[in-house]
């Protein structure tokens, strides 16, 4: 089992689980003797929505973004396909956004970084006490937890800017624990390619949506092309929407009656 899949069966079986009114002790701040140490030699697994601000942030096409500061670990049980931030082949192995002043991406940090000490759990097994939940990750190196400030989740949440980021983690959720990955079932490589292109990269999508039959295959409400087309966000949220279609068969798109009588286009 990776250190992954293990630090994964811990937090499920033995963390307390935390809900939105519970508190912890805590508080993060340039003085801090551990500051910025937490920025380095670590995995952060970035969300669709945390590809979408951070290549935002940098001005930079998705394509360009991914290949200078994102991995993409090739894991024969995967059941799809996940990016991680990389992290610089120095010997400390730090981001390449900390500086010596804190993260340079601060308002556009990912998922993890925002939510960190804190961290969700969506065990999705069928029993109901098997629901999401709150946890602490409480590692030795990080002296936050010697400060005195007290937090509910709840306030830590509203601190850290996370409603945006947990919206599109829900969508997100929808598909990645779809019944269809029960009994650890994979996509196939063209499914997986589906997979990233919608999920992390947007601007190929976008150009694939403008620039194949995808048009002429599907009716979009009236209004919609415009939209996907000139916002980012609206077009993560499409593609998570016709990711049910494409990868699980689910009705979400309507398909062009040509489409459905195999006309060419
Ligand atoms: S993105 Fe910012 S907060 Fe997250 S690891 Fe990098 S420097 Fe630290
Ligand atoms: S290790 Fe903890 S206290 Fe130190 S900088 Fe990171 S989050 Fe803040």
Redesign the pocket.
């Known amino acids: 089992m990776s250190e992954i899949d293990n630090l994964k069966k811990a937090i499920l079986e033995n963390y307390p689980r935390l809900s939105n009114d519970d508190t912890f002790q805590?508080?993060?701040?340039p003085g801090?003797?551990?500051?910025?140490?937490?920025?380095a030699d670590v995995n952060i697994f970035l969300t669709p929505y945390d590809v979408l601000r951070l290549k935002n942030r940098l001005k930079m096409d998705s394509d360009d973004f991914l290949n200078a500061y994102t991995l993409l670990p090739i894991d024969e049980h995967q059941n799809y396909p996940v990016v991680i931030l990389k992290m610089q082949e120095n010997e400390i192995k730090n981001c390449f956004f900390v500086t010596e002043q804190?993260c340079s991406v601060y308002t556009d940090r990912p998922w993890a970084c925002r939510y960190?000490?804190v961290g969700l759990a969506s065990p999705k097994e069928d029993t109901p006490a098997d629901q999401d939940f709150y946890f602490l990750l409480q590692?030795e190196?990080?002296?936050?937890?010697e400060?005195k400030r007290q937090w509910s989740i709840r306030e830590w949440k509203a601190d850290q800017g996370v409603e945006k980021y947990d919206e599109f983690g829900q969508l997100f959720k929808e598909i990645t624990l779809h019944d269809f990955f029960k009994g650890n079932k994979q996509l196939d490589p063209m499914r997986m390619e589906m997979f990233h292109m919608a999920c992390y990269n947007l601007d190929k999508f976008r150009r694939f949506i403008r620039e194949s039959s995808f048009m002429k295959r599907f009716d979009l409400e009236a209004g919609l092309m415009d939209k996907i087309m000139a916002d980012d966000e609206e077009l993560l949220r499409f593609g998570l929407h016709w990711l049910k279609f494409a990868l699980f068969g689910e009705p979400t798109m309507k398909v062009k009656p040509a489409a459905l009588r195999g006309d060419k286009p």
């Open positions: 805590f508080a993060c701040r801090v003797p551990c500051f910025n140490q937490c920025c804190g960190y000490p590692e190196v990080c002296k936050g937890f400060e």
